[in-house]
């Protein structure tokens, strides 16, 4: 299943994005739904996942507490909202799905461009 992420954008140190991971095929209130994310220069990591009983899993300790996943059922999308931003945090983000994080080992559509810059 391919999603799309979007919602991506410049913005300063310490300011807000909220990225969007939309399907048009699935349901995804049926499924997990992970997120990755690619700095230059850097490998791919997986950062985040939202469970099929909506629990989160954080896969990286800077961002508990500032990153923050929920689902709008309704529109059959799933938000990462991320707050207090760092430039650190400038990558390509995606997201997939799956039966289960688990499982959710790579992204296989587009990813949208987070620059975090003064």
């Known amino acids: 299943v391919q999603l799309q992420a979007s919602g991506g954008g410049l913005v300063q140190p310490g300011g807000s994005l909220r990225l969007s991971c939309a399907a048009s095929?699935?349901?995804?209130?049926?499924?997990?739904v992970a997120w990755f994310r690619q700095a230059p220069g850097k490998e791919r990591e997986r950062i985040s996942c939202?469970?099929?009983?909506?629990?989160?899993?954080y896969y990286t300790n800077s961002m508990k507490g500032r990153f923050a996943l929920s689902r709008d059922l309704a529109k059959n999308t799933v938000y990462l909202q991320m707050n207090s931003l760092k430039p650190e945090d400038t990558a390509v983000y995606y997201c997939?799905?799956?039966?289960?994080?688990?499982?959710?080992?790579?992204?296989r559509g587009p990813g949208t461009q987070v620059t975090v810059s003064s």
């Open positions: 939202f469970t099929s009983t909506d629990n989160t899993l």
């Open positions: 095929r699935v349901t995804l209130a049926y499924y997990a």
């Open positions: 997939a799905s799956g039966n289960t994080c688990r499982e959710i080992v790579a992204p």
